[in-house]
């Protein structure tokens, strides 16, 4: 599966984006999706799990009660809608997908299989 993220940009503190990720070459439904963020010198940091078989989302400490996933089975694509942004969201974020994740093991963004290009959010104070 081929995975398409967009939707990032700059936007204020305070404020919202919502990105998207569109699949090709695969259902979705099929994968468990995973949402990370990177800065400069930092690994990929977890954000956002979104569990298949059971419809439950994993968020982050950080980003929690922000961050909202949401899928559109027709489009084959999910976003992550992201509210109250800070300056310490800034980040090139991306989407992934795995079929086969251990639950204990959704964070480790080194388990996933495929992976979009990232999207750059940057948040102004």
């Known amino acids: 599966v081929q995975l398409q993220a967009s939707g990032g940009g700059l936007a204020q503190a305070g404020g919202s984006l919502r990105l998207s990720c569109a699949a090709s070459g695969g259902t979705l439904s099929r994968y468990d999706i995973g949402w990370f963020r990177q800065t400069p010198g930092k690994e990929r940091e977890f954000v956002a799990y979104f569990r298949w078989t059971s419809g439950r989302t994993y968020y982050a400490d950080s980003v929690k009660g922000r961050f909202t996933f949401s899928r559109d089975n027709a489009k084959n694509t999910v976003y992550l809608q992201m509210d109250s942004l800070k300056p310490e969201d800034t980040a090139v974020y991306y989407c992934?997908?795995?079929?086969?994740?251990?639950?204990?093991?959704?964070?480790?963004?080194?388990?996933?299989?495929?992976w979009g290009q990232g999207t750059l959010v940057t948040v102004s104070s």
């Open positions: 992934a997908a795995d079929s086969h994740l251990i639950l204990s093991q959704y964070a480790n963004a080194r388990l996933y299989d495929f």
